[in-house]
């Protein structure tokens, strides 16, 4: 079993940059590829960004390429999302999810790939 727990978020002006952090509980972070996801008001859940257990491989949404940057430190059991040069657009609660299967290119933008998940940090982007 894996907790997460996410921080970092807030309200911000266009433009401006946040840093998001997850926490996961355990031993075994590095056993997940862990993904990004947010959730607008009356929208469905969307993929922003996955990375790989060991950081080898990254993948990001359209809507956030060039602007939000994923890493992971395993010894610290967690993975951060950088956001830059953000839009009113971008305001969404932000969760972070576990996988715990094996890297599959084709999967990771999917949110049933995904085994546990965080309860979710607010980005409000001001217009």
């Known amino acids: 079993q894996v907790q997460l727990v996410e921080s970092g978020g807030g309200l911000v002006q266009a433009g401006g940059s946040l840093r998001l952090s997850c926490a996961a509980s355990?031993?075994?972070?590095?056993?997940?590829?862990m993904g990004w996801f947010r959730q607008a008001p009356g929208k469905e859940r969307e993929f922003v960004a996955v990375?790989?257990?060991?950081?080898?491989?990254?993948n990001y949404a359209d809507s956030v390429k060039g602007r939000f940057t994923i890493s992971r430190d395993n010894a610290k059991n967690t993975v951060y999302l950088q956001m830059n040069t953000l839009k009113p657009e971008d305001t969404a609660v932000y969760l972070c999810?576990?996988?715990?299967?094996?890297?599959?290119?084709?999967?990771?933008?999917?949110?049933?790939?995904?085994?546990?998940w965080g309860q979710g940090t607010q980005v409000t982007v001001s217009s």
């Open positions: 990375i790989s257990k060991s950081g080898g491989f990254i």
């Open positions: 355990g031993r075994t972070f590095s056993r997940y590829n």
């Open positions: 999810a576990a996988d715990g299967g094996p890297w599959s290119a084709g999967l990771y933008f999917r949110s049933q790939r995904y085994d546990y």
